[in-house]
């Protein structure tokens, strides 16, 4: 694990444009002072509709770049950060310092929008969905959303790591996963169900019927086009429709990216 992450002070970022697709979005690439490259996607558009931190199980892959783009299309602005959580050990995975990287993330999404975004979401594909839950209970957002079944697996065996008591304000919960993936299985995902519900957090758990892990990534043998677009649109929604934050940050965490 990258040795500033580990001592926990929050990092920064900034962001330079390389590039413009057919004048639908701006692409920027960064790097967080700690060390952490990123790939930041914005929209053409004056006003966003939401700014997106994304982390992907692998880290800055060609998925969760691609993912950005879209997101950047479809008038979010979009940052994939390089967190290979699967190659973190637990304990690391679940630092607050990594929900420290993300909060600066989200704080430069901030600095790179023309105006402050009226929503702010945190999404994760594999293990990457255990940070975005994280982020939802220790981030000021107000969507946490988790693709496949190996974040929620990892939830189930670290939820007391992350939450040691009810929050209230903790950003709604959206799982989106396949009834074959093999990462989960349906008493495991009865008793994360059951552990929100004891906290008293918003969560909705969708499980498409004949669909195994990566259904959503193009390149995927797993991959079904019908699934992948509708946990588009419900991810779209979710961010959409978003409880509006008062998102603060400090002054030291924020850098001007534009």
């Not at 004048?23 to 690439?29: A, E, F, G, K, M």
């Not at 700690?34 to 692998?58: I, N, R, Y």
């Not at 293990?127 to 220790?138: E, F």
């Not at 989960?184 to 994360?192: C, F, R, T, Y």
Request: aromatic share 6%; glycine share 10%.
């Amino acid at each position: 694990m990258n040795k500033e992450l580990a001592s926990g002070e929050p990092p920064l970022m900034h962001a330079h444009l390389i590039s413009d697709i057919s004048h639908t979005c701006h692409l920027r690439v960064g790097t967080i002072v700690s060390g952490v490259p990123g790939f930041l996607a914005v929209p053409t558009a004056s006003e966003w509709k939401s700014a997106v931190v994304v982390v992907g199980a692998t880290g800055l892959d060609d998925h969760v770049v691609a993912v950005c783009r879209e997101l950047a299309v479809a008038g979010h602005g979009a940052l994939a950060i390089d967190l290979p959580v699967n190659r973190l050990d637990e304990r690391a995975s679940l630092a607050p310092a990594v929900t420290r990287t993300v909060s600066a993330a989200l704080a430069c999404l901030r600095g790179a929008a023309p105006a402050v975004p009226p929503r702010f979401g945190v999404v994760g594909y594999g293990a990457g969905g255990l940070v975005a839950l994280a982020a939802g209970i220790r981030c000021q957002i107000g969507a946490a959303v988790s693709f496949y079944g190996e974040g929620p697996m990892l939830l189930r065996q670290h939820l007391t790591q992350i939450i040691d008591a009810p929050k209230r304000h903790a950003a709604p919960f959206l799982c989106l996963l396949g009834s074959k993936d093999t990462d989960v299985g349906p008493q495991d995902l009865l008793a994360i169900r059951d552990r929100l519900d004891s906290f008293g957090m918003r969560h909705t758990f969708i499980v498409y019927p004949r669909t195994a892990a990566g259904f959503c990534h193009q390149n995927s043998a797993n991959y079904r086009a019908a699934e992948a677009n509708d946990a588009w649109s419900k991810l779209l929604h979710a961010l959409e429709t978003a409880p509006r934050l008062r998102h603060r940050f400090g002054a030291k965490q924020a850098g001007n990216t534009k």
